[in-house]
């Protein structure tokens, strides 16, 4: 199996799986390809939460604002997951989710029809080539060791028996902002309400605990504390946006 | 075959998507993850049009507002066919498309990992499962029939020889507005005038037989009358939406 | 394989995929389903692009202004490949890209349900019949030989060694204002500076070559001039749509 990921919208994607299907019979399935444009921070937090749903494969991740430039080509061992796309840190957070000790390699050789999409010429046929060897990438010519790859880390909060200071890592779309505090942070208040910013808030397991339209701080999928709003945008509601900081206080 | 359905947008599909590969080798077909957020009527309008051309599958349905609430979890035998979800109502137009006599089951005991993301940690498990059980329902301990679901019902127009008292179900992507008075009504009236809400508008077969921008009356690909523009939007040429009366006159 | 393109958005591609595999086991992989609405002349540019990167495939096209009037069902036989869709000129680009010599057939008779969705009642069968049959077309009674078809043409610059006229054919996603003029033009100007109407613009590979949100001009995947912005939408930037002329000079 190869998983698709990239930034691209429409139609680029289908280049890439022409690409792959004409080198592979892997099949193909779809992380996103409506990751926010350039946006190489918020794709590695879901590529985080999403891929260690999936059974062993090729994970190919296109978020490439520098395609082009002599930033490296990777592709990294983790477990038995293997993922591709270009070092710019959007690989390692998931890849570090998947196992304990992930292995980068880089490709020795780049040669692009186009310098403007990578996607199609470097990364969807070397996501085939790497389905097609099922070797250990140590064994492959093609690829070398590499010491250090380009690192995303997310926040850690501050927290104490009274407050937790933390931060929006991102805005889901149905405007769930998804902060970095653990939703252990929650446990004791869960049926309460707690202080976001000074403002009380119910906290609640599920959405539908609260009225249409009003806001609950909830843990959400991913284990973090999420500040919401009842089929609403709780990012609008509670005026935070990626990278805004937060306060939560007993 | 396992088909997908749900109002998540991006990225959680391919959550759901993951688990499901995890745990079964069936065929993933996306009907799509695009409907209206939390829209249970739209969805199961939607559905009932569209489940009914595809060959005997399971089919996950992810429009569940009441995420976390003690909703129960159904599988409804339909037919050849399977359809996983939440009890609010929005699976049983399309069983009831699929099957004269659909028979409901409930999930006897839900454990899941979040409270906000059951179509991850419940329903994409148990449609995986189902799959894999290629058993009757009634012949599996994990589930018990249930006798009384949830249920959507379209309303009914009000036909007369002179008119037609409708409403508008839903408003598709193009912009046509999609009612509840079935196609037959227009039949007499076909390459000619019938009025809407008082506006004399033209009936045709096609789109492209009336001018780019000019409204017109037809009869749309679910055999129901359809408030349509020429290459533009008809629900706000004929100023309604979903819910919006409308009376079809001679 | 049958690959899948659109103009529908959600949900109707979905009532193609449940129609092809009723009748066919053919691996189904979308293109794209967000084409603009009605635009069989953005789209024809894209599929031309995209295609050629498949293995061979029956390609099955939905950009189809005129459903339900006599234009033709075509069916064009390109090397292996094999388009089909509506006689509007859409598929001809694609098909004189994947062959030199490509030849078109229409369906004899067209019997639909409906008249206004034959993407779900004509097209969609009709990919999966030719998937099943296996056949050259010339030996299928149902199709006929056409000996011409729509055509789609794009506009051909004026190049001197000064200055090239020419035309933005289409505006991606991302906002890169895609040309009619051959990259070559900017061979000698690599890494210097071209007037595009007037304006001294950086000519770069790539796009990070220049700072964020700043103008450049590049080669893009297809081989022609791009009016670009690093992070940005170079159609804004540079003033263009669809069909603007431009000019650029050295």
New interface residues.
Partial sequence: ?I?LSSD????????M???I??RSDAR?????H??P??DVYTSAF?LR???????PSVHLVVID?????DRAVLAIEAGEHILVGPDNGVLLPAAKALSDDPRAFALESIEA?????HG??VFAPLAARIHEWEAPLDTVPEMRSMDAVAEIEFPDPTITDEDALGEVLVV???GNAITNVPGEFLAEQMGEHIGVDGRSTPVA?????VDTGEPLV????H?NV?LAVR?GRGAAAFEVEKGSSIRLHR
């Fill in positions: 199996m998983t691209f919208g429409w139609p680029y994607p289908a280049a799986r022409g690409v299907a004409s193909l399935v779809d992380i996103t409506d990751f444009r350039g879901w939460e999403i891929l260690p749903w999936f059974p604002p520098g395609v082009g430039t029809e186009s310098s403007t999409f199609r010429d889901d779309g149905f397991r599920t959405y539908a605990a909830t843990v959400g999928s284990g999420e089929d």
